[in-house]
């Protein structure tokens, strides 16, 4: 059964960004033993790598479990070197940098939120 917020009867759905390290997996699964009655879609980053870089996770146990709860493995697309800096070293959010930054960043920053757009409308968001 899935976790449901008493006050809204509606349910948890928890979204768990991962890189490709072996941390990533375990945090994981220790969240997910903690709170088995919430659908966890787990988000690899493809920042960090590919799809199928994600060998750790992907050939994981903890990937199955939570397939079989439910859950969802979504790939946030990998967001170019350059805007990536440029939000973490100005503090900028994505809203931010797109009203201040260049016209080029700004186009190569909307293909990319638009791609994230469609990750989460395919995903029922």
Same mark, same amino acid.
Request: with cysteine.
């Given at each position: 059964?899935?976790?449901?917020?008493?006050?809204?009867? &509606? &349910? $948890?759905?928890?979204?768990?960004?991962?890189?490709?390290?072996?941390? /990533?997996?375990? $945090?994981?699964?220790?969240? /997910? @033993? /903690?709170?088995?009655?919430?659908?966890?879609?787990?988000?690899?980053?493809?920042?960090? +790598?590919?799809?199928? @870089?994600?060998?750790?996770?992907?050939?994981?146990?903890?990937?199955?479990?939570?397939?079989?709860? +439910?859950?969802?493995?979504?790939?946030?697309?990998?967001?170019?070197?350059?805007?990536?800096? %440029? $939000?973490? /070293?100005?503090?900028?959010?994505?809203?931010?940098? =797109?009203?201040?930054? %260049?016209? +080029?960043?700004?186009?190569? $920053?909307?293909?990319?939120?638009?791609?994230?757009?469609? =990750?989460?409308?395919?995903? +029922?968001?």
């Amino acid at each position: 059964s899935t976790l449901r917020i008493p006050a809204t009867e &509606k &349910k $948890l759905v928890v979204l768990w960004v991962i890189n490709r390290q072996r941390d /990533s997996v375990e $945090l994981l699964r220790d969240f /997910s @033993k /903690s709170i088995q009655s919430a659908d966890v879609y787990v988000v690899r980053n493809l920042y960090f +790598g590919a799809a199928h @870089k994600f060998e750790l996770f992907n050939d994981s146990k903890t990937r199955k479990e939570l397939e079989d709860r +439910g859950g969802k493995v979504l790939d946030l697309p990998e967001i170019a070197d350059r805007i990536a800096n %440029e $939000l973490y /070293s100005r503090r900028l959010s994505i809203a931010k940098c =797109m009203a201040t930054s %260049e016209t +080029g960043t700004r186009f190569i $920053l909307g293909r990319w939120e638009q791609t994230v757009h469609k =990750m989460f409308r395919e995903a +029922g968001f």
